[in-house]
């Protein structure tokens, strides 16, 4: 792909968008319907006041998908290029890896060891830094982190075998 | 002189020394979170919160907690002004007014000239919020003692009229992302009835969405995103700030006492009702333009137009913890931010915390005072290390970030579903910001969702179901009357300028 070209225009994305927002109306106000959205035995049901939120959801989103469609100029302009997405990319796809690394049902790594990895890798990747740099900053600003959580303030973060090897679990 | 005598109180709890180092502490990280991309007041004092969790616990710990936080919000709001004139990057939503005039003074050489003059302003904006809130809070705290949940119910209404009526965007939009808010925060357990509402069967959704996860995602992880987009370099002035300079510039400040006066007094109108500071920023700028006699100067770097949105967003910044402390109602999403501390420790916001808990209260007053002193010190000595820190590459800084959030969202409710939530809200900013869909009225819907959805709930049992409660007598019917004012006043204002354009031709 051209590295400026335009991933969707602004009028397309308003559009999804609204949609999104319509079919989250529309759940909000089935499951409102489901619970009871009227007047029981005792007072105002469980759906009660959620119906009213969901209705103004249908409402608002319809008048906003149909300005999607309205919209001039602004409308045809491109919501992100190509660049950009590819920049906002190389911080979504490592951080996801970076959480499920800590997160999985099959073998989970400790925070502290996955971070180091996760500011290291970004370091070698845009930064272009030489190893021993890498290695210290951010070996460095995860010890002066662990020591700022896990002994001033004892808010414990989810450990994994590394950090048990130091005798942390 | 009553409130004089529980404000020496307050000094008493304040000046001890562990919570001087607490807010000398709190205004450094505000000031660093302030000047970081990605970090503002909101996601700052929402990630330091979990911190002050064991402290609380300790016996006067509420108020050393509190202490922490707010010096944090003020260092924040000091912080936004620093990247504004010296890389024309606003750190906050209320600094885009100051990079008007800021970044071109800075251009010009006198960017030690602007930054003295914002942060005195500020600091000037924030100490008259505070003599509002010492002498105006235990009134109005005393008035909504009164108050049943009808009068909460158009307090709640009021609040959210205001976000519609005041937005510069879409109103539709703005109800959209208001209502999802209010959604999201009905998934869960429903207090009242004990019924699972929107949770499909998946266990993760019982306990429902926390604001403070949102808070991280949507500004956070959304904010960096925004940021990537503009490329990896800051490009900044270098700043100098010396004693000659800021001397000189207070030598030159008073001449601004109008427009100082007048941004004072639209900081804390706009601040009190929610989602002010921004506005009142603009307005103040607005204005300053209008009335001042250099008028025409203004947007190429001149003193005046960086006191003049300084001083009101400030003012605003700070009198949005008038309703949250009173009526548990917060102005911004920072003061929803404290607000959920607030309950966490235990506090129950509103009227009866003066009663009930003066210490604290008078003590987090009398710190405003004090940490505001304090920031004012802190910034001018120390600007040109804050200022190297948005020189750190982007390639560190980034992935710091992002564990920040991360460890931020987990330590909220140990669990690492939250953090997988913060990286789905992170995206949701970061599309919603692109698209105009304000985050503000998104974030305070889901903290005051359950109690507005509560005081309704009673105000409807009071009445049968009869909405004419809501005009039961002449308290509750004002400020009803006010919400619908603020919800349909983008529509009378555009038929009063069609009126007005339609008399201005026909006298031509």
């Known amino acids: ?169 | 002189m009553h409130e004089l005598e529980l404000l020496m109180g307050g000094f008493h709890t304040a000046l001890s020394w562990f919570n001087l180092a607490l807010m000398l502490a709190g205004i450094t990280l505000g000031v660093i979170i302030g000047v970081l991309p990605g970090l503002g007041g909101a996601n700052g004092v929402a990630i330091l919160l979990p911190l002050t969790f064991s402290m609380a616990q300790r016996p006067g710990g509420t108020t050393s907690a509190i202490i922490l936080l707010s010096c944090i919000y003020w260092g924040a709001l000091f912080g936004g002004a620093i990247t504004s004139i010296l890389f024309n990057i606003p750190g906050e939503p209320w600094s885009v007014a100051t990079t008007f005039d800021g970044y071109p003074l800075g251009q010009k050489g006198r960017a030690g000239a602007a930054l003295t003059a914002a942060f005195t302003s500020s600091f000037v904006g924030a100490l008259v919020a505070v003599l509002l809130i010492t002498f105006l809070s235990p009134v109005i705290a005393g008035f909504a003692l009164e108050f049943g949940p009808p009068e909460f119910f158009s307090v709640y209404l009021l609040t959210f009229c205001a976000f519609v009526g005041m937005s510069k965007g879409s109103p539709w939009k703005t109800i959209a992302a208001m209502m999802l808010g209010f959604a999201l925060a009905a998934v869960g357990i429903d207090t009242v009835t004990g019924q699972l509402r929107m949770t499909f069967g998946i266990s993760v959704l019982l306990k429902g969405f926390d604001f403070l996860i949102a808070v991280i995602g949507l500004f956070g992880i959304g904010e960096i995103l925004l940021t990537l987009e503009e490329g990896l370099e800051f490009k900044g002035t270098a700043a100098k700030l010396n004693m000659r300079v800021v001397l000189e510039t207070w030598k030159e400040l008073p001449r601004y006492w109008k427009t100082s006066i007048r941004s004072c007094i639209v900081g804390c109108m706009m601040g009190i009702v929610p989602g002010g500071a921004t506005p009142a920023s603009f307005m103040s700028y607005g204005l300053a333009k209008k009335m001042s006699r250099d008028g025409a100067k203004f947007g190429t770097g001149v003193v005046e137009g960086v006191v003049a949105p300084e001083t009101a967003a400030h003012a605003a910044g700070t009198s949005a913890l008038l309703p949250m402390l009173t009526l548990g109602v917060p102005g911004s999403p920072t003061a929803a931010v404290l607000l959920g501390g607030l309950l966490i420790w235990g506090l129950q916001p509103g009227p009866l915390l003066f009663t009930e808990k003066p210490d604290f209260v008078w003590g987090l007053i009398a710190s405003m005072y004090l940490g505001n002193i304090v920031g004012l010190i802190v910034v001018l000595t120390c600007v040109p290390l804050f200022a190297a820190i948005l020189r750190i590459p982007f390639s560190i800084i980034m992935p710091v970030i992002v564990v920040i959030c991360a460890i931020g969202a987990y330590t909220v409710h140990n669990s690492m579903f939250d953090v997988w939530l913060m990286l789905v809200f992170g995206v949701m900013g970061y599309v919603f910001k692109k698209l105009d869909y304000p985050l503000a009225p998104l974030v305070l819907a889901l903290v005051l969702g359950d109690r507005a959805e509560d005081s309704f709930r009673q105000s409807m049992l009071m009445s049968q179901g009869e909405l004419s409660i809501f005009y039961a007598n002449k308290l509750v019917g004002t400020i009803t009357t006010l919400s619908l004012l603020l919800l349909f006043s983008p529509l009378i204002s555009m038929a009063w300028d069609a009126i007005r354009g339609r008399r201005a031709r026909s006298s031509e």
């Open chain 1, 1 to 169: 792909m051209q590295p400026d070209k335009a991933v969707g225009s602004n009028r397309a994305w308003e559009a999804i968008v609204a949609i999104t927002f319509l079919v989250f109306g529309a759940i909000v106000v089935w499951d409102s319907h489901r619970l009871g959205s009227s007047w029981g035995d005792d007072g105002p049901q469980a759906g009660y006041f959620p119906f009213y939120i969901g209705v103004f959801i249908l409402v608002a989103s319809t008048i906003n998908l149909v300005q999607a469609f309205r919209s001039g100029a602004k409308g045809r302009e491109a919501f992100v290029e190509w660049g950009q997405l590819k920049m906002i990319l190389t911080v979504m796809v490592p951080s996801v890896v970076y959480v499920a690394a800590i997160d999985n049902p099959w073998y989970s790594l400790g925070f502290y060891s996955t971070s180091v990895v996760f500011i290291a890798f970004y370091m070698r990747l845009l930064g272009k830094y030489g190893w021993i740099k890498t290695i210290l900053v951010s070996v460095g600003t995860i010890v002066a982190f662990f020591v700022m959580f896990e002994i001033w303030f004892s808010v414990p973060l989810p450990k994994g075998p590394l950090e048990a090897a130091f005798g942390y679990a």
